[in-house]
């Protein structure tokens, strides 16, 4: 049972947004990440990244996604009702986040709706942006996630 003073499905209005980072992206972490997940040259070594389109050891695309869920964690879902997502609609990689970048961003609600099939959840429309220190787009998301509702039994179901 989620506390009542978490962020519920009532409370994620269109428009509402939430700041994220900011994070700075070491090098170690990057390779760290790239060694387990994605051990392409251009995020294992500063000279093939320096030889690839990136121009710098760079995180995966992957690695840019954990980072900004985790930015999501830290600004929202730790204090949210959050019941998960059933997926993802996009995520793109404008630019490469480049060992030492320093990245902020926003989490902006596009669209909020009951559940037509859950009653005690409603879906939330959440698009992500991250920057990096020179104000570049480096990464846009969005995705459906679900949250529960205060009180579902005075909500009723929709269709």
């Known amino acids: 049972m989620y506390d009542q003073s978490f962020i519920h499905f009532e409370d994620m209005e269109p428009g509402r947004s939430f700041e994220l980072g900011p994070v700075t992206v070491s090098a170690e972490e990057i390779v760290e990440f790239a060694r387990q997940f994605d051990p392409q040259p251009m995020h294992l070594s500063e000279e093939a990244g320096k030889a690839s389109i990136l121009g710098g050891l760079a995180a995966s695309g992957w690695h840019t996604c954990a980072i900004l869920h985790r930015m999501m964690y830290d600004a929202m879902i730790r204090r949210t009702a959050s019941e998960g997502g059933p ?44 920057y990096n220190q020179r104000g570049e787009l480096v990464c846009e998301t969005k995705q459906p996630t679900m949250i529960r509702r205060r009180d579902h039994t005075t909500a009723g179901a929709t269709a």
């Open 87 to 130: 997926g993802i609609d996009y995520a793109e990689w404008k630019k490469p986040v480049l060992a030492g970048d320093t990245l902020t961003g926003t989490c902006t609600v596009l669209e909020a709706r009951p559940s037509a099939s859950r009653p005690q959840i409603g879906i939330v429309t959440i698009e992500n942006k991250l």
